[in-house]
């Protein structure tokens, strides 16, 4: 079993920034990736952030520019520098990891909210 446990969420003004962390525990033996998920009141679920055990990344378009990922391998924690927040970026985060064996885990989600 692997767990996945957030923190970091909370109120921010817009043009403001907050750290999303995520560290997950128990049976890792390999990581494909590790990532970030929204979902906004009345919106599907949609991929934010992703970064490869090859370091490689990938953003959303809407947040490409003010938000950057982050892993750190030796604590098994994945993190989301969010800047420039907007109202929109509003949401549930979620964050997820992909291990080797194909099985993906989620955490219970961090609510982020932007104040206009």
């Known amino acids: 079993q692997v767990q996945l446990v957030e923190s970091g969420g909370g109120l921010v003004q817009a043009g403001g920034s907050l750290t999303l962390s995520c560290a997950a525990s128990?049976?890792?033996?390999?990581?494909?990736?590790m990532g970030w998920y929204r979902q906004a009141p009345g919106k599907q679920r949609e991929l934010v952030a992703r970064?490869?055990?090859?370091?490689?990344?990938n953003y959303a378009d809407s947040v490409k520019g003010r938000f950057t990922i982050s892993r750190d391998n030796a604590k098994n924690t994945v993190y989301l520098q969010m800047n420039s927040l907007k109202p929109e970026d509003t949401a549930d985060y979620y964050c997820?990891?992909?291990?080797?064996?194909?099985?993906?885990?989620w955490g219970k989600g961090t609510l982020v909210t932007v104040s206009s």
């Open positions: 997820t990891i992909l291990l080797s064996s194909g099985i993906t885990y």
């Open positions: 970064i490869t055990s090859s370091m490689s990344t």
């Open positions: 128990g049976n890792i033996f390999s990581i494909n990736a």
